[in-house]
Structure formats: structure tokens, C-alpha cells
């Protein structure tokens, strides 16, 4: 069975090449991927990763507020009982970045990060699933 990733862009970024080129590089790795496309709220993004039975939910924003969106999307999943991993990507402040990993975001990645570490990422954060 393949493994269902949700992606999405979080606040006011319309930047959405990178996001794009994930789900690219995830759906040859064997992912099924479902992106819900930009400036997508958070709420939204837990509704559809419990509908979707999502095995992971990828996050970017490029504009700031990643970790506070990301930490919002934990609480969300885990107020639906869902204990799905959440990968986010992109920029924030450390503290920010700190705190949405404290509240239980598995990974975060930078600017630079490579396509093969984001695809292992996924690949770890749903073995567990599928074992």
C-alpha cells in the first residue's frame, strides 16, 4: 500500500515551486502525495489529513509564521486523536523553529536542504506505518 502525504502552504506565501518539486521527487519515490495548494489554514490541513488517512503532512512557508502554523497543526492533529507526523519546511526565527519542534513537529528543514534528505525524512517519519 502506498504511503499518503498531505502537503501544503501555510500563511501568506505564494511561493510554491519548492513545495511543488517535493511532491514531484515523494510521488517517484512511491508516495501517493495530496497538495492542497497555497495560503491553506491550518484547520483545513488537519481536516484533510484525517479524511486522506494521511501517513505524514508536509508543511512549507517561506514567509514567516512556519512555526507558529506548524505548532497549530500538531495541536490540530492531536485534538482529532492523530498521532501523524508533521515535516515542515522553510523559514522562521530559531526560537520559532525550536518551538514547533518542542511541540512535537518531527523535522524541520532549512534553506538548502537536499531533495534525497526530505525524501528519507518522509520515508522514516512513515515506516512506522507500513512495517
Known amino acids: 500500500m502506498r504511503r499518503r502525504v498531505v502537503?501544503?502552504?501555510l500563511g501568506l506565501d505564494g511561493h510554491d515551486v519548492g513545495?511543488?518539486?517535493?511532491?514531484?521527487?515523494?510521488?517517484?519515490a512511491g508516495f501517493e502525495?495530496?497538495?492542497l495548494g497555497k495560503r491553506v489554514p491550518t484547520a483545513h490541513i488537519?481536516?484533510?489529513?484525517?479524511?486522506?488517512?494521511?501517513?505524514?503532512?508536509?508543511?512549507s512557508c517561506l514567509?514567516?509564521?512556519?512555526?507558529?502554523?506548524?505548532s497549530?497543526?500538531?495541536?490540530?492533529?492531536?485534538e482529532q486523536g492523530c498521532d501523524i507526523p508533521v515535516l515542515a519546511g522553510g523559514i522562521d526565527?530559531?526560537?520559532e523553529i525550536d518551538r514547533m519542534l518542542a511541540a512535537g513537529v518531527a523535522v524541520h528543514f532549512g534553506p538548502g536542504a537536499s531533495i534525497d534528505g526530505i525524501i528519507k525524512a518522509f520515508d522514516e517519519a512513515t515506516a512506522e506505518e507500513h512495517a
Open 33 to 35: 502525495v495530496i497538495y
Open 7 to 9: 502537503l501544503a502552504k
Open 46 to 59: 488537519v481536516r484533510a489529513a484525517v479524511q486522506e488517512s494521511a501517513d505524514a503532512v508536509g508543511l
Open 72 to 78: 497549530l497543526t500538531v495541536e490540530g492533529l492531536r
Open 19 to 28: 513545495v511543488r518539486l517535493i511532491g514531484k521527487h515523494l510521488a517517484q
Open 63 to 70: 514567509s514567516g509564521g512556519l512555526g507558529h502554523f506548524a
Open 93 to 95: 526565527e530559531p526560537a
